[in-house]
């Protein structure tokens, strides 16, 4: 008997450690499975983004033609059209006749979260735009009404791409406006 209860203490206090290393196990496991899903998410968006940033950019360079599979729904002037893909945060529209795209982001209160924004765009534009076509230029001083100011131009096609951070009363918000190339050839 002497023996038995000591082991039988062993098993008992090693069901004890095995069942919470299990539950720890479980519970970290849940934790990284969130912190993945989280990552994930965010990872999609970004790339949604780029894919969409990309896609316009390309269009831009190619000419009127290439901006037509961007058309997404009609607005309700029926002048321009929803941009297809859509850029995530921003609210994007085609123009039919002279095929520009504009897009304005939400209006954000605080200027440092605008600014930082506008530095993931800038950021976003500069790493999708191929170097050897595509030159940034920042505009000093900026455009009117605007902090900030960039433009990128195609060498190739004359197209390009303005993306400012304006200051309303109140608020600050990003915009983006790209024009196709001004080459009647394309």
């Known amino acids: 008997m002497k023996i038995?209860?000591?082991?039988?203490a062993?098993?008992?206090?090693?069901?004890?450690?095995?069942?919470?290393?299990?539950?720890?196990a479980s519970e970290h496991v849940a934790v990284a499975s969130t912190l993945e899903t989280s990552e994930s998410v965010q990872?999609?968006?970004?790339?949604?983004?780029?894919?969409?940033?990309?896609?316009?950019?390309l269009a831009l360079s190619a000419g009127n033609a290439a901006m037509r599979p961007l058309r997404g729904s009609q607005t309700e002037g029926g002048q321009k059209d929803r941009l297809k893909p859509s850029?995530?945060?921003?609210?994007?529209?085609?123009d039919r006749i002279v095929s520009y795209v504009?897009?304005?982001?939400s209006p954000m209160r605080d200027k440092e979260?605008?600014?930082?924004?506008?530095?993931?765009f800038v950021d976003e534009f500069q790493s999708i735009l191929p170097s050897d076509?595509?030159?940034r230029i920042q505009e000093e001083p900026p455009r009117l009404d605007s902090i900030r100011s960039y433009t990128y131009e195609d060498q190739e096609s004359d197209a390009h791409i303005d993306i400012d951070l304006v200051a309303r009363v109140d608020?600050?918000?990003?915009?983006?406006?790209?024009?196709?190339?001004t080459d009647p050839r394309l």
């Open 102 to 105: 504009s897009c304005y982001g």
């Open 171 to 181: 608020s600050y918000m990003i915009t983006i406006f790209g024009w196709t190339a």
């Open 113 to 120: 979260e605008a600014g930082h924004l506008f530095t993931e």
């Open 10 to 24: 062993a098993l008992i206090l090693g069901g004890r450690l095995t069942i919470t290393g299990t539950a720890f």
């Open 87 to 94: 850029i995530p945060g921003m609210e994007c529209y085609v």
């Open 4 to 8: 038995t209860t000591p082991l039988l």
């Open 133 to 135: 076509r595509w030159r």
């Open 43 to 57: 990872s999609s968006q970004t790339n949604q983004e780029t894919s969409a940033l990309r896609r316009l950019a």
